[in-house]
């Protein structure tokens, strides 16, 4: 089969590989129909990441058709259309047995080197590098699904992929950033990055009560979608001091939830605020993370704060005295994908949303090397990439 393949900082390679074979009597292949690339999957592009090798297929956003399944598998057939999350989870550990599916005890076969990072090893993910389990990724023709009786659903024929496909990632992503906030009815909800993260957690608010929903970005193409496509309040921390604007626009108050969505995107080249001019003005480095740092400052006193992503090396020195004082609860972590696929198919099926509406660009997977120097570009407002095998 083709796939395509890491070789090293924006060195990508579409190219024939040994097709995936069962390895496991509780495997799956997938035919890959649409797959995707991922903001993090551009960190892997650039580099970022020492346990990526030579030949690694990328990808952890895919979808396809069933052609073959181990002899252990109870739920799949061969010829059904699935959705994969992108963790991948046993459903018999301690966390997956309490719906903490990225916390799985048993997906990560290099666990070990994981534990030096983190301590302890979260799950495994599809073609994201050695350190979360070395599994080739669904950027490719063909893919191996393992645990397949515990990630993969089912998704109707009259749904487009373009429809489901989100629900490997994203969707729960934006979602589940609103959901662990447990906010009430008619919050006020403020969102820093317009990418497909903070646009799905911009959805989200609203299907989850919030009344305002500000979204925080500089590029004017996600600003203009933030806005008129999930209906949030827009604010360019290029104009705006943000923190002071959205004191404003709360009564003083702040938003009563802040989720960073900015990932590792959330250093604002050129911005300042106090505590780096203070580093500054002592002739420290700059090492700050704004978006973090702002939504601890504009956060509401007992409000929440969440982190959906992971916000690079440079979020340090936040201060954790301003969260403190203000009494705030700090919420976390990977995405429990396996957890939100039922309810939120069943969102898109009753038409409350369509998470279609991220996609800016389609081509086949061929072009796979060129569309990931676009979306690292961000040429001709490319927000969504999606990639036909
Ligand atoms: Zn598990």
Redesign the pocket.
């Known amino acids: 089969m083709r796939a395509l393949c890491w070789f090293g900082k924006h060195d990508l390679r579409f190219q024939d590989v040994p097709d995936p074979s069962i390895l496991n009597p509780h495997d799956a292949i997938i035919r890959v129909s649409l797959t995707a690339i991922g903001g993090s999957d551009l960190a892997l592009y650039q580099g970022k990441n020492p346990t990526m090798e030579a030949g690694d297929i990328l990808g952890h956003e895919f979808m396809g058709e069933v052609v073959e399944v181990g002899p252990e598998v109870a739920h799949l057939e061969v010829g059904d259309r699935v959705v994969v999350p992108a963790p991948i989870?046993?459903?018999?550990?301690?966390?997956?047995?309490h719906d903490a599916?990225a916390?799985?005890?048993?997906?990560n076969p290099n666990a070990w080197m994981a534990e030096r990072v983190f301590g302890h090893s979260p799950?495994g993910i599809f073609g994201y590098s050695h350190l979360f389990g070395g599994y080739a990724g669904g950027q490719a023709e063909y893919v191996r699904v393992p645990?397949a009786d515990?990630g993969p659903i089912k998704v109707p024929e009259h749904l487009s992929d373009e429809k489901v496909l989100f629900l490997s990632d994203l969707f729960p992503t934006g979602y589940q950033a609103v959901d662990v906030a447990n906010m009430a009815p008619g919050s006020t909800v403020a969102i820093w990055g317009c990418g497909p993260v903070g646009l799905f957690a911009i959805k989200s608010a609203f299907m989850l009560g919030a009344e305002r929903v500000f979204a925080i970005d500089n590029v004017p193409d996600r600003l203009a979608m933030a806005r008129h496509q999930a209906g949030a309040e827009v604010l360019n921390f290029a104009d705006d001091p943000i923190v002071d604007a959205l004191k404003e626009m709360t009564g003083g108050r702040g938003p009563q939830v802040c989720i960073d969505a900015a990932g590792m995107e959330g250093h604002h080249k050129g911005s300042t605020n106090i505590f780096e001019r203070a580093r500054l003005t002592l002739g420290m480095e700059s090492r700050t993370h704004d978006a973090l740092l702002e939504a601890i400052l504009a956060c509401a006193k007992g409000g929440t704060l969440v982190l959906p992503g992971i916000a690079g090396e440079d979020a340090e020195n936040l201060p954790l005295s301003a969260a403190f004082s203000k009494g705030l609860t700090l919420k976390m972590g990977p995405t429990h994908v396996q957890r939100y696929l039922k309810p939120l198919l069943a969102r898109i099926e009753k038409e409350e949303i369509d998470p279609g509406f991220v996609i800016t660009h389609r081509l086949p997977l061929v072009e796979g090397p060129e569309a990931y120097q676009m979306l690292h570009d961000k040429e001709e407002g490319c927000i969504k990439v999606v990639m036909r095998p």
């Open positions: 989870a046993c459903g018999r550990c301690h966390h997956c047995q599916f916390l799985c005890d048993n997906s799950a645990f515990v």
